[in-house]
């Protein structure tokens, strides 16, 4: 076999085979296969596409590039929810306390922040001394005493993943529904949970723009889900604006326990609550979805133990808890040198239109990474004083910058371009499209 005839034939549109398809990822996991003509393969499946039955041997075929992961040491009916990114999105770190407040078992793997959107393995870091990297065994126990670990992706467990997902970040192959599917589903079915929530994303801060495109995504990774026997739902959800106010790590630190403690923004605490709902009820702890989501909304806003079991395992993972131990006020949290407001030129309703931008300002402030090796700010980020639909005043603060980084007259403008302000209340705004299952 050769990876040219193989590249030709996804150039013209044909199907592959699993023999071929095995040829491609293994050779390209060796070391067999260059970059370019794996990126031109890339390529070609960018324009041509993969039928249903070519991304489950593609996902197959990643997932036995490397370990898959045997919880049954672990008790309990294991977990996992993935979101394919987003701007704001903090839901995973409150959604994995929740559920486990109800005894399931969040054995998670998470990935770092990407092109605008944020990661929660950078959030977790916010936390001085919290390991991302721990054995096997280690991940287990941690799971067992606090039903709770979530770690970053290993180099054992689908390396091919690794591999190809940075050469996609280069070949402007990142947003291909084939490769999403198979490079989201690889790693959720190689880290063995019984159930798995997807939130796909959709929307101007979402790699899926549009709501077709998201369901295919959707429908494509539930049917994949289902092949490997797993109990799976996909929501499809709006990131037509960041999720919740807080865009960065530390001040996304500090939402989530706002949220724990049940004062969290009502964007954030529904879809953390749907998708609790969900886990809940693939492991069967409740008869229905809407008797499981009015549990985790009176647990989130009428209990301690949420904000407890986030706390048990962030301190048995390794963190300093002393980050969130004075929550008075975001100023001190996050003790950067610069903090500017964007305060509205005008009177009327506040429209978030370019959700995409404020993701890139928030590394532009330090909160993310414009190439691999670059270290973070933990500390940057942005607070959205108003959001789309809220009424602002001439002279009011529209948005908060937290930076240790020299702010330009750029700046000012990239944040204002982000909103705009109308005469007329924009639309109410619809959180879930639709849940697919
Ligand atoms: N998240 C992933 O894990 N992979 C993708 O390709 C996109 C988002």
Avoid at 2 to 19: A, F, M, V
Avoid at 371 to 396: C, M, Q, S
Wanted: charged letters at 25%; hydrophobic letters at 40%.
């Amino acid at each position: 076999m050769r990876l040219l005839d193989l590249i030709e034939k996804k150039k013209n549109g044909q199907e592959l085979t699993q023999e071929e398809i095995k040829f491609i990822i293994e050779g390209y996991t060796n070391g067999v296969i260059p970059d370019y003509q794996m990126s031109a393969f890339l390529m070609a499946v960018f324009f041509q596409s993969m039928s249903i039955t070519e991304i489950s041997y593609l996902t197959d075929a990643m997932i036995q590039s490397g370990e898959v992961y045997d919880l049954s040491a672990i008790n309990g009916f294991k977990v996992d929810k993935h979101s394919s990114g987003g701007v704001g999105d903090k839901v995973s770190l409150i959604y994995a306390p929740l559920v486990a407040s109800f005894g399931l078992k969040v054995a998670k793997m998470s990935g770092r922040g990407l092109g605008q959107t944020g990661g929660t393995i950078d959030k977790l870091e916010s936390f001085p001394g919290f390991k991302v990297e721990i054995p096997f065994a280690e991940f287990v126990r941690i799971v067992n005493k606090t039903n709770i670990s979530i770690i970053a992706q290993s180099s054992n467990i689908v390396p091919a993943d690794k591999k190809i997902y940075a050469l996609r970040d280069v070949t402007a192959t990142v947003n291909s529904i084939p490769l999403i599917a198979a490079s989201i589903m690889c790693k959720k079915i190689a880290t063995g949970s019984d159930g798995i929530v997807l939130d796909v994303k959709c929307g101007n801060g979402a790699f899926m723009k549009s709501i077709s495109e998201a369901k295919q995504l959707a429908e494509i990774m539930v049917g994949i889900g289902k092949h490997f026997d797993k109990k799976i739902a996909a929501e499809i959800t709006n990131m037509n604006q960041p999720l919740g106010r807080a865009i960065g790590n530390a001040i996304e630190i500090y939402e989530v326990v706002k949220t724990l403690q049940g004062e969290g923004p009502d964007d954030l605490n529904y879809i953390v609550c749907e998708s609790a709902a969900l886990s809940l009820c693939q492991a069967k702890l409740f008869p229905d979805f809407d008797s499981a989501f009015k549990a985790c909304q009176d647990k989130l806003h009428n209990s301690p133990e949420p904000l407890t079991y986030f706390k048990n395992f962030i301190q048995e993972q390794g963190g300093d808890l002393s980050l969130i131990s004075d929550l008075s006020s975001l100023d001190q949290i996050l003790k950067v040198k610069n903090k500017v407001e964007i305060k509205a030129k005008e009177t009327g309703f506040v429209e978030i239109i370019d959700t995409n931008a404020l993701g890139l300002l928030s590394v532009r402030l330090g909160a993310g990474r414009n190439t691999k090796e670059e270290a973070i700010d933990h500390h940057a980020g942005i607070y959205l004083n108003k959001k789309t639909g809220e009424f602002v005043n001439e002279g009011e603060v529209v948005m908060t910058l937290y930076t240790n980084r020299y702010i330009t007259e750029p700046v000012y403008e990239w944040a204002e371009s982000t909103f705009k302000i109308t005469d007329k209340k924009p639309k109410d705004y619809e959180l879930v499209y639709e849940v697919i299952q």
